[in-house]
């Protein structure tokens, strides 16, 4: 008799476990960045090179989270972009595939073709649905983001169901196969927020920091990534990520009890 090997479970995470998730937004020289959201073409460049000369591989939530299961995950290191800008498209796509990489971006699904609406200024392009389905076709996995980027911890419950499931319903729509992975606006959420995310389906979650006690795949942390992370700093940013993770997750339990109000963001993810 042959015995299946069983796969792990990944419901909640001790912080040994946590795989290391890089987070984007803008791939872009731009004149004004005021959240520091972008990269620039060249950065990326470098960034993605400097993982491939060490023997990692960029991939998506997805597929990092499957070999993670099988205990396959060595050597893979998730990517994600959030909101879904056009320069996305224009400028990270074509530098992963040159490195045989694969990514998540995560969509608003209810401003495809419009702008970040959300940050007031600088005002940048977000993709369209025929753009969205470009990037599917590269390979790309596609998450949802919200219907409409607001903050979702602290909004009543019906809010709270509305953002999440019919994103993936439009999202899942615009593309005819499901949509397994959401990240949280802003990287902020509640436990309810965490229940209706599950309750919509998704597979898994991103957040940005974690408490240590809420780590698993509906709370998974990411590392921030921008324009000043050189391969010295990505090299420091690699060994102690975890670290890191731990130390913000006990900053977000301090602060969350004197958070904005649902819909102002204090950082923009």
């Avoid at 439009?170 to 927020?193: C, T």
Wanted: some cysteine; charged content about 20%.
């Amino acid at each position: 008799m042959i015995q299946q090997k069983s796969t792990r479970d990944l419901t909640r995470l001790r912080l040994g476990h946590v795989p290391l998730i890089l987070m984007y937004h803008g791939v872009e020289k731009v004149s004004e960045d005021p959240y520091q959201l972008c990269v620039t073409p060249a950065r990326f460049s470098e960034q993605m090179t400097w993982l491939a000369e060490r023997g990692l591989r960029g991939v998506s939530i997805e597929t990092l989270l499957a070999a993670m299961r099988e205990g396959h995950a060595r050597g893979l290191v998730g990517i994600t972009f959030d909101d879904g800008y056009v320069n996305v498209l224009e400028n990270a796509v074509p530098e992963l595939l040159q490195h045989d990489f694969t990514a998540t971006m995560f969509i608003v699904s209810g401003l495809l073709g419009g702008t970040n609406v959300w940050d007031g200024e600088p005002v940048w392009p977000l993709m369209t649905a025929d753009q969205v389905a470009e990037v599917a076709a590269a390979k790309m996995e596609i998450g949802s983001h919200g219907v409409t980027h607001i903050r979702l911890s602290g909004l009543d419950a019906r809010r709270q169901r509305a953002e999440i499931s019919e994103s993936r319903s439009r999202l899942s729509e615009l593309l005819g196969r499901p949509i397994h992975g959401f990240a949280y606006p802003y990287g902020v959420m509640d436990a309810s927020a965490r229940r209706a995310v599950q309750d919509a389906g998704y597979d898994y979650a991103c957040s940005v920091v974690t408490p240590i006690s809420d780590l698993g795949i509906m709370t998974l942390p990411r590392i921030v990534f921008g324009q000043g992370d050189t391969p010295v700093k990505m090299a420091a940013k690699r060994i102690v990520f975890r670290g890191t993770i731990a130390a913000h997750g006990a900053w977000r339990m301090i602060a969350a009890n004197n958070s904005p109000a649902p819909g102002s963001p204090a950082v923009s993810t």
